[in-house]
């Protein structure tokens, strides 16, 4: 979601930290480089501004450029700045719904995928914490997606309120509260109808339902490709309607991201929750040092994490990372996460959650890293011997001929499997060492 940015980053630090000693100027070159960055991301010029300003008075005193690693340390401040932009009050995956029925009113554009988001968020409601969901279309202007939601709800379990033609989404969002209590309901949804533009009659539509259904949680759905008219969008909608947060859709798309980073600044709102697809279960918490991180182009070993405890037994995840903490990682290791990531939708799904792999991602496109070859690495793995599994470092030419024609590939094949095997072995001991992997098994238990 961030890989443009991400990249330029990667670039500006690459160089500062191979620096060695810095002074104040290499520091603020490094950040108007960093400026320039987060401008073409679509973040808007004063938080932009603002966030440069803060990490240099930060950045350029003595304490840092006279450290022993200046360069790291820039990084560190701007990865704590980028978080304190990003991180709203709380924990942004918990909403309000105790006391129930809890209603949630979403709102938004149309288009901005608000419907797909509301049977997502009831879907993460109903599985993850065992919610029972009703959701309402007040779409009265398009019986389309009135059907929308209904088609949603059957696909993933969820009840729809039984569509009564002719009724206003006022009515409707009374009987759906009616219909929530008596059906003992924990939460009701209500995805509210949108317009291209935002207009009176959306607003004082919008503004009437609020009143009625008197929401715990107002989410805003905006389309995060439109960055700053995104934020434009939200700033009105607060001030108009009132809103606990927001959700940024589009978060898979390539586009820059900058709207992610401006929001909280500009209208005050935290970003709860970003979707990343068009699956009812591509929706994330926003998390900002999981954000942060990912757009320093560490990887989102958490979110890796996280996606891995829904496919995998607990504790074999909790196994896997206190070998990985301890800097083992072996084949079996290797043959463990490819199975993983098979299960998880294959590389396009994984790919940039791996530790700095979101990077490599798009040459491993380019060099043909896909499921295909996926499958051959575990071809390639499970023609090994026990021993040659744990112990890689033990494969020297002849049994290395012996592997691929097991697995009936090329010896360059398995090479390459090997190198990759080196790399992210190299990958989770400095992670395990900085604490990065303590830190995502904190999350995960
Ligand atoms: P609404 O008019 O706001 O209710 O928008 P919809 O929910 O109908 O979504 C519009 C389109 O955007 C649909 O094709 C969705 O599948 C798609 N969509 C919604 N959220 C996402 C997302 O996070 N990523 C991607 N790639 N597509 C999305």
């Known amino acids: 979601m961030f890989e443009n940015l991400s990249e330029r980053l990667g670039g500006v630090f690459d160089r500062l930290t191979k620096q060695g000693a810095l002074s104040e100027d290499d520091v603020k070159t490094a950040l108007r480089e960093v400026r320039i960055a987060l401008l073409e991301a679509d973040v808007s010029l004063p938080v932009a ?103 949603l709800g059957t696909q993933i379990g969820v009840d729809t309120l039984p569509i009564v033609k002719g009724e206003d989404p006022v009515a409707i969002a009374k009987r759906a509260k009616t219909q929530a209590s008596l059906g003992g309901y924990d939460v009701y949804i209500l995805d509210t109808a949108g317009r291209l533009h935002i207009d009176a009659d ?46 940024l859709t589009r978060m898979d798309g390539d586009g820059r991201g900058g709207a992610a980073l401006s929001m909280r600044a500009i209208t005050g709102k935290p ?27 560490m990887g989102d070993i958490v979110a890796l994490v996280e996606k891995a405890q829904q496919t995998l037994e607990v504790e074999q995840a909790e196994r896997m990372m206190k070998r990985f903490q301890k800097g083992q990682f072996n084949m079996n290791d290797l043959r463990g996460q490819l199975d993983q990531m098979m299960k998880m939708g294959g590389m396009q799904g994984v790919m940039g959650m791996m530790p700095g792999m979101g990077k490599m991602s798009k040459q491993a496109e380019a060099a043909g890293f896909d499921d ?74």
């Open 49 to 151: 501004r603002d966030f440069i300003a803060r990490v240099t008075k930060k950045a350029t005193g003595a304490a840092v450029t006279k450290s022993i690693t200046p360069g790291q340390q820039v990084v560190k401040i701007v990865h704590d700045e980028l978080i304190a932009t990003l991180r709203g009050e709380g924990d942004p995956g918990v909403l309000k719904i105790d006391n129930p029925p809890a209603p949630i009113l979403m709102v938004g554009l149309q288009g901005s995928g608000k419907t797909t988001t509301t049977a997502k968020l009831a879907k993460r409601l109903k599985e993850r914490e065992g919610k029972r969901v009703l959701m309402a279309s007040l779409d009265t202007n398009r019986p389309a997606a009135m059907e929308q939601l209904a088609i």
């Open 202 to 247: 959306l607003i004082a539509q919008a503004a009437a339902v609020r009143d009625v259904a008197n929401p715990r949680e107002t989410l805003l759905v905006v389309d995060g490709l439109t960055g700053q008219d995104a934020v434009n969008v939200a700033t009105e909608f607060d001030d108009k309607i009132g809103v606990t947060g927001v959700i």
């Open 271 to 297: 970003i709860r929750f970003v979707g990343l697809g068009e699956k009812t279960d591509a929706l994330e918490t926003f998390e900002a040092e999981r954000v942060a991180g990912r757009i320093l182009g």
């Open 372 to 445: 295909k070859m996926l499958r051959r690495q575990v071809a390639l793995i499970n023609s090994m011997t026990k021993k040659e599994r744990a112990r890689p470092e033990l494969l020297q030419a002849s049994r290395k001929k012996r592997i691929a024609a097991g697995a009936g590939l090329e010896v360059a094949e398995l090479n390459k499997l090997l190198k990759m095997h080196r790399q992210m072995a190299d990958m989770m001991k400095t992670m395990g060492k900085k604490g990065v992997l303590k830190q995502a098994m904190a999350g995960m238990f």
